[in-house]
């Protein structure tokens, strides 16, 4: 891909590609995967980065014709290195360094900006212009690579092989999200301001925790009618949008448990 800019891809190519190059240029990552310690520390013309990127480049060419390239697309033509100086600089570099790259579990800690244009409207709103985050890359059942942020810096204190097992464990907050976006119309907003949303997002906090305590007489109904059944029936709540209505409302739960319990609420 080369010196593709990254502003043409999508958000997870561009996610990825960003990682990748803040873990080729973290001075730890070189010092893990060079052959010694005196290697990579003065400044020459194929520093460990460039032996990074011309060996993922993959190419064709003669090694001074891919050389030749390199630097001219770094701006640097005139001080293009010599195929001798490269293989003497690859040798340098251990393998290890592309493991680590294709392992799951990587982390990387980035600093994001505001985009050009926005820093006026980011201080009018109070927002930080700058923020740290550590982007950490976890591998799904499904084989495909969910890159996560977090403001989780520390990788001695929050170790990169956790995130994994976090990641599961919050997929029920997840499918949570879900019901309250899509069924409960969180999204639906009915103000502006952000005392509205706040006022919106906390009051359909509350309906759903009421819907739980409301449905739970129907569902004992359903479990001791369907108990001799294959698959027991569930109650599936609420009928259309959920909305707090007269006590008299023929639209609320279904069934006379769910009705009775609702009734019940109101009159108290």
């Known amino acids: 891909m080369g010196m593709q800019n990254i502003a043409s891809l999508n958000r997870a190519?561009?996610?990825?590609?960003?990682?990748?190059?803040?873990?080729?240029?973290?001075?730890?990552?070189?010092?893990?995967?060079?052959?010694?310690?005196?290697?990579?520390?003065?400044?020459?013309?194929?520093p460990f980065v460039n032996v990074?990127?011309?060996?993922?480049?993959?190419?064709?060419?003669?090694?001074?014709?891919?050389?030749?390239?390199?630097?001219?697309?770094?701006?640097?033509?005139?001080?293009?290195?010599?195929?001798?100086?490269?293989?003497?600089?690859?040798?340098?570099?251990?393998?290890?360094?592309?493991?680590?790259?294709?392992?799951?579990?990587?982390?990387?800690?980035?600093?994001?900006?505001?985009p050009n244009g926005s820093v006026g409207a980011f201080r009018a709103a109070g927002l930080p212009e700058r923020l740290?985050?550590?982007?950490?890359?976890?591998?799904?059942?499904?084989?495909?690579?969910e890159v996560l942020a977090t403001d989780l810096l520390d990788e001695a204190l929050y170790p990169t092989a956790e995130f994994g097992e976090l990641y599961h464990q919050r997929w029920g907050i997840e499918t949570y999200y879900g019901l309250v976006k899509s069924r409960l119309d969180l999204e639906n907003f009915t103000g502006l301001s952000a005392e509205a949303?706040?006022?919106?997002l906390y009051a359909t906090i509350f309906l759903s925790n009421l819907e739980s305590i409301l449905i739970q007489p129907a569902q004992a109904q359903l479990r001791q009618a369907s108990a001799?059944?294959?698959?027991?029936?569930?109650?599936?709540?609420?009928?259309?949008?959920?909305?707090?209505?007269?006590?008299?409302?023929?639209?609320?739960?279904?069934?006379?448990?769910?009705?009775?319990?609702?009734?019940?609420?109101?009159s108290s």
């Not at 640097?76 to 600089?89: D, F, I, K, R």
Request: aromatic letters at 8%; glycine letters at 4%.
């Open 197 to 200: 949303i706040r006022q919106d």
């Open 52 to 114: 990074m990127v011309m060996l993922l480049q993959k190419t064709i060419r003669s090694i001074q014709l891919h050389l030749h390239g390199f630097f001219a697309a770094l701006a640097v033509a005139s001080q293009s290195a010599t195929a001798s100086s490269w293989c003497e600089a690859r040798l340098k570099l251990k393998h290890t360094a592309f493991i680590e790259l294709n392992q799951e579990g990587q982390s990387a800690v980035v600093e994001l900006r505001p």
């Open 228 to 266: 001799q059944r294959k698959h027991a029936a569930q109650s599936h709540g609420y009928t259309g949008r959920v909305s707090f209505a007269p006590r008299n409302a023929a639209r609320i739960p279904l069934g006379s448990a769910n009705h009775t319990a609702y009734a019940n609420f109101w």
């Open 13 to 46: 190519s561009a996610t990825t590609l960003h990682t990748t190059r803040e873990l080729i240029h973290d001075e730890s990552f070189c010092r893990r995967h060079r052959t010694s310690d005196k290697h990579f520390t003065r400044r020459r013309k194929l």
């Open 132 to 145: 740290r985050v550590r982007f950490v890359t976890v591998r799904l059942s499904t084989g495909e690579l």
